[in-house]
């Protein structure tokens, strides 16, 4: 038995032989790790934790949370995204307090950047808040097989016209400049001569790579980028593509466990 072991270690490949490895420990639950996570703080997006989010005390974050989903962006969303919106949070929180102006490609409806505007009183900072989208869903004939592919027929129509209605979100901020139009072709619209926070959600990794690559040299000194799909399971070029844009600046990508991931500029 011993000797067969042996010679099927040899023979199988190293993939094999983790998940092998993983299924033996489930079975045999030796790794504490694995199983079920009994009275979990939280299970949202994709995350099951008993680690304390204590933001859900915060009552300021909730209000700015409801703003956003008061855009009606989640209206379909299976279930809240609360972490991801303290993320986001949290990084622009560290934006204001440096020079430059934020910019979001992927705006949809709006609910992220509607957070973190009512969460940094941003209609009161000297900033201005670039929205870029096509306000119309996603330009398919420029994304990637597996993006398409994740993005059925079902979660596409969620995303529509919808500039009038974003317009009239924003209508109390006098400097949020709302630029539709497709990314990349809109970005020298943005006339920002600094950058100090950089949101990327167009589930489309050459948009993102082209955006970053075009604002990277505006972002002042801990300037944010702040990536939505970097750890999606359908985002396989987002993680090459952004790896690559990293090492070239000898940067790194931090990613968190919902799926972003952030990068600080030096
Ligand atoms: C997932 S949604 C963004 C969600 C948004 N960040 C929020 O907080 O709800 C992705 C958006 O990216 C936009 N988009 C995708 N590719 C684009 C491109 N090349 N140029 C402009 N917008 C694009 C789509 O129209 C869609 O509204």
Redesign the pocket.
């Known amino acids: 038995m011993t000797k067969i072991k042996s010679i099927l270690k040899l023979m199988l490949p190293n993939k094999i032989k983790i998940k092998l490895s993983r299924l033996k420990q489930i079975i045999t639950n030796k790794n504490e790790n694995i199983g079920i996570l009994v009275n979990p703080s939280s299970i949202e997006n994709g995350l099951v934790t008993n680690f304390i989010g204590n933001f859900m005390d915060d009552e300021f974050f909730l209000e700015s949370y409801n703003m956003g989903k008061q855009t009606g962006?989640l209206k379909n969303h299976p279930g809240e995204i609360y972490w991801r919106a303290h993320v986001a949070c949290w990084a622009a929180t560290l934006a204001k307090t440096i020079e430059g102006d934020f910019v979001?490609?992927?705006?949809?409806?709006?609910?992220?950047?509607r957070v973190i505007m009512h969460y940094t009183d941003f209609q009161n900072l000297d900033k201005k808040f670039y929205l870029?989208?096509?306000?119309?869903?996603?330009?398919l004939d420029?994304m990637e097989k597996e993006q398409r592919e994740y993005l059925n027929p079902e979660v596409l129509s969620e995303?529509k016209e919808c500039y009038e209605e974003v317009k009239t979100t924003f209508r109390n901020f006098p400097n949020v400049i709302i630029v539709k139009?497709?990314?990349p072709n809109t970005l020298p619209l943005v006339e920002a001569k600094k950058i100090a926070y950089l949101?990327l959600?167009?589930?489309?990794a050459d948009?993102e790579v082209a955006a970053a690559e075009y604002f990277w040299d505006k972002m002042v000194s801990n300037a944010v980028i702040l990536l939505?799909d970097y750890g999606h399971p359908s985002a396989v070029s987002h993680r090459r593509k952004f790896d690559e844009f990293c090492k070239k600046r000898n940067v790194k990508v931090l990613a968190l466990p919902q799926g972003q991931g952030l990068i600080l500029k030096p």
């Open positions: 962006a979001e490609c992927g705006v949809n409806l709006g609910f992220l950047s870029l989208d096509t306000f119309s869903g996603f330009p420029a995303y139009g497709k990314v949101s959600d167009m589930n489309n948009a939505d």
